[in-house]
């Protein structure tokens, strides 16, 4: 089947010699602008909130960003990428069909060449059994990654699912779609499992399944780690010195008015306790990780009043 070419670097607006810290800024900057929970065509804009992801899970990993580079012009020739092996051979059946997925958040450009999925490998053993016997021959099972926005993670979604395959033998293209549900509280590398729907049976055998791997989306404001969730806060210094209330931004978009504590330092985590990822006991929570900030320049006033506090406070901070 042809694949459309994704040039990650124009999705990201960055060149190709662009460094990681640029890539990361990059991503952050895009996927602010087209994130679902702010944009105004929410449709549009979660297709484009998953380009991005797409692009900068390639250029932001220096591994998959050498295999991007590699490719160059040649990326569609037959040498462009190394090619699918058949697990079959002499009169077992081949199914190692040409697939693509379609509706898991990720292009056919990336499926074919980042996504390691798989399909058609069976054991040898089960192979030379049929070779033997010529009885049924269970269908092999399908692999694939699916990507999952964090709204969909704390919220539940469903899913249209499609899997094109071509047959090797007779060119013979089929179609099937499924509806996935993505349940809440689902996590990074989680597979979900569609009964029935991987590689068809042999000789009367099963049909194998379809494993869904799920690749949580980077978001540019929060962070996982199992069920909890984190995300940096920009403070002032005087409210870090004196105590302040202030907005956090939760997923889905709405505010919550959060205290920092007299005296906070910088890498302190607030706990914010159920924020987190959903699960069935208790929800996880959300972690408000604080980063003073100062400003960027000052005007003479300004310097006058930051000249007198260094001048009246006794203040030492710990030596380097």
Request: glycine content about 14%; proline content about 7%.
């Amino acid at each position: 089947m042809s694949v459309e070419f994704r040039d990650y670097y124009e999705i990201l607006g960055v060149p190709r010699d662009a460094d990681g810290p640029a890539i990361k800024k990059a991503f952050r900057k895009r996927a602010r602008e087209h994130h679902p929970d702010v944009a105004k065509d929410k449709e549009g804009s979660e297709e484009r909130f998953k380009e991005i992801n797409e692009a900068y899970e390639v250029l932001g990993d220096p591994e998959k960003r050498k295999r991007y580079d590699a490719l160059g012009a040649n990326w569609d020739s037959p040498g462009g990428a190394a090619p699918r092996e058949s697990a079959w051979s002499g009169s077992v059946p081949d199914e190692t069909a040409d697939f693509e997925f379609g509706g898991t958040g990720f292009s056919d450009f990336f499926e074919r060449y980042f996504s390691g999925h798989r399909g058609g490998h069976h054991h040898g053993a089960r192979a030379e059994g049929f070779r033997r016997s010529g009885g049924p021959v269970r269908g092999s099972d399908v692999e694939g990654d699916l990507m999952v926005t964090l709204q969909e993670a704390m919220t539940g979604s469903m899913r249209r699912i499609s899997l094109r395959r071509v047959d090797p033998q007779t060119g013979h293209v089929s179609v099937e779609e499924v509806q996935v549900r993505i349940p809440a509280g689902i996590r990074e590398g989680q597979r979900l499992r569609v009964p029935g729907h991987g590689g068809p049976g042999w000789q009367g055998g099963e049909a194998g399944d379809l494993y869904l791997r799920v690749r949580l989306a980077a978001d540019p404001d929060f962070r996982t780690h199992g069920h909890d969730l984190y995300r940096d806060l920009g403070v002032a210094p005087w409210d870090a010195v004196l105590g302040a209330m202030v907005p956090v931004t939760l997923p889905g978009g709405r505010r919550i008015q959060v205290k920092i504590p007299e005296g906070s330092q910088a890498g302190d985590q607030l706990r914010l306790k159920g924020y987190g990822l959903p699960k069935k006991d208790a929800p996880g929570d959300l972690y408000v990780v604080l980063a003073i900030e100062v400003p960027d320049s000052i005007q003479a006033q300004e310097r006058k009043l930051w000249e007198q506090l260094r001048d009246l406070s006794s203040f030492q901070p710990e030596a380097g």
